[in-house]
């Protein structure tokens, strides 16, 4: 049995290792409340007199509101697209097992382990010859289609853990395929549902390359406003980059509190489970 | 189109050039040094944050019962989840010779002012620092789900029989924890090859191209040079390299799924 104090120090231990390890983002959540001038100030200032001007600024920017509404729609619009889809795609490959499962399961993962630089190409010239450059639909699309290959391992890893029994129970009752799938299996992989979709919420929220590419003006997400506009009278606009960066990572931040025990799910494609 | 001279600048159709693209990729010393940062990169990457990882995710093994561990484990896991993009603006403030918090604190504790960014091999050890700081996390909790797959009985059996520390790690923990350690060192060998807006962010492969790596060499020559054709022949050469690596990741698996039905 350890002694109480033993396991105090141990706690204050973690909480410090925590807290140092977060203190870079806490610097820029700090700087976001600074004036201009405490931002830029030698040596960095610990104490100052917060203020919300770099905020007001900020909503007082034309392009902050629509793309904040961008970012909210495009995010959850693509990832319910794709949930369903790959839910439907799920259930085919994991029930009925057609030829080379494996083969495809391994092709549509392998899009997600290429570096996004090589897919990009190939994508905005598809984009450019169709037009579809800076079209609201068409982003979202392409978000729907890169949240597929991670929603489906997911989902059909918790589907193959349901067994056919009911699958077969629910056909020999009369069940149409539609009641098995809705009313018998979803309620059973609802884990993988939620880890699916709050992990490709998350990833589409941060996606930057793509947007920066294939988008424009009706398109822009929060990161690439980020990075677009951070230059501004020859140096890089700071306070504008620590409010924004701090409204930025408010929703990943909030939501891997609360969905903590799906976090190692949703980071190993659903091939590595177990409780953090 | 990796076969085509494709440039969108030029304005005419693309002409076909056999493998001369890739005949180019040989005899190109760009190509060469950028692959070989990456190389670099991956290597130092994946070694310090499984080292940082299994330090950390050790520490955080026996930790159930501590008050706010959700909170603390939520700021410890948090710089994974943010985007490249904006940990590599974030960094760039941070890294600043006259206002960041990492010049103002080394030339406190070293005397010495570091231009971070601005300094050839500095520039790729910050780098390499930023992206550990961001994917420790990942392996922590590759560690935690590992080291919870040590099942108790036999841990408290390995107590109980006095083995020491060394011993109750080599033939108690390891054994059970090692298939999800291998996964998770897979998975970010695969991520850190694939590392582009993160650079691009710091450095956009400066200073003098000592952190140009094979993501932002492509995304220059693509969107910087508009050499489309030349782009995409890299761009196939990574794919074959990112399906490679996903083929072992999933042999890996299939190999151990084997084990435990058979």
Redesign the interface.
């Known amino acids: 049995m350890r002694s109480s104090w033993k396991t105090k120090l141990y706690h204050v231990v973690l909480w410090t290792v925590a807290l140092a390890y977060f203190f870079p983002v806490l610097w820029i959540i700090l700087s976001a409340f600074k004036t201009k001038n405490d931002l830029l100030a030698t040596p960095p200032k610990w104490l100052f007199s917060p203020t919300l001007a770099n905020f007001v600024n900020l909503f007082g920017r034309e392009s902050f509101w629509p793309t904040l509404v961008n970012s909210l729609l495009i995010s959850f619009l693509s990832v319910s697209i794709a949930i369903v889809v790959s839910f439907l795609a799920a259930y085919a490959l994991s029930r009925f097992k057609p030829v080379g499962t494996d083969f495809i399961m391994f092709l549509i993962l392998s899009i997600r382990m290429v570096p996004a630089a090589a897919v990009v190409v190939p994508v905005y010239l598809m984009y450019a010859a169709l037009s579809w450059k800076d079209s609201f639909w068409a982003m979202t699309l392409f978000y729907a289609m890169f949240s597929v290959p991670f929603s489906l391992w997911i989902l059909k890893g918790f589907m193959d853990g349901v067994s056919m029994r009911f699958d077969e129970t629910g056909l020999a009752n009369n069940a149409s395929r539609f009641h098995i799938i809705f009313k018998v299996i979803l309620p059973q992989v609802k884990p993988g549902l939620i880890a699916a979709f709050v992990f490709n919420l998350i990833f589409v929220w941060n996606e930057f390359l793509f947007n920066f590419i294939l988008g424009g003006r009706n398109t822009t997400t929060i990161p690439t406003l980020l990075v677009s506009n951070s230059y501004q009278e020859g140096g890089v606009d700071w306070t504008f980059v620590a409010s924004l960066g701090s409204i930025y990572l408010v929703p990943p931040v909030v939501a891997l509190y609360f969905f903590q025990k799906y976090l190692l799910v949703g980071m190993t494609f659903g091939t590595v489970r177990g409780e953090v | 189109?990796s076969f085509y001279n494709y440039s969108l600048t030029l304005g005419r159709p693309p002409r076909f050039l056999g493998f001369k693209n890739y005949l180019d990729y040989l005899e190109n010393p760009d190509v060469w040094v950028a692959l070989s940062h990456t190389l670099i990169f991956v290597f130092f990457s994946v070694v310090l944050t499984t080292f940082l990882g299994s330090l950390?995710g050790g520490?955080?093994w026996?930790?159930s019962?501590?008050?706010?561990r959700?909170?603390?484990?939520?700021?410890?896991?948090?710089?994974?989840?943010?985007?490249?993009?904006?940990i590599g603006?974030?960094?760039?403030?941070?890294y600043d010779p006259?206002?960041?918090?990492f010049g103002?604190l080394t030339k406190?504790i070293t005397g010495a002012n570091i231009e971070y960014l601005g300094t050839e091999g500095w520039a790729f050890a910050a780098l390499v620092g930023v992206d550990v700081?961001m994917w420790?996390?990942?392996m922590v909790?590759?560690i935690?789900?590992a080291l919870?797959?040590v099942p108790a009985a036999e841990l408290e059996a390995a107590q109980i029989d006095r083995l020491s520390l060394w011993r109750q790690f080599r033939y108690v923990v390891f054994p059970h924890a090692r298939f999800?350690i291998i996964?998770?060192v897979i998975?970010r060998t695969?991520d850190a090859?694939?590392?582009?807006?993160l650079v691009y962010?710091l450095t956009r492969g400066g200073p003098g191209g000592t952190t140009e790596v094979?993501?932002?060499m492509?995304?220059r020559k693509?969107?910087e040079a508009f050499s489309?054709g030349w782009?995409?022949g890299?761009?196939?050469i990574?794919?074959f390299t990112?399906?490679s690596?996903?083929?072992i990741f999933?042999y890996l698996?299939n190999m151990h799924k084997r084990k435990k039905i058979g």
């Open positions: 189109m950390l520490l955080f026996r930790s019962k501590m008050p706010g959700r909170l603390a484990l939520t700021l410890l896991f948090s710089p994974m989840i943010l985007t490249p993009a904006a603006t974030f960094f760039r403030l941070n006259t206002f960041g918090i103002y406190m700081w420790t996390p990942f909790l590759i935690l789900a919870g797959s999800i996964l998770g998975l695969i090859f694939k590392v582009t807006d962010q094979i993501g932002v492509m995304f693509a969107f489309v782009t995409s890299l761009a196939v990574t794919l990112a399906i690596f996903t083929a999933l698996l």
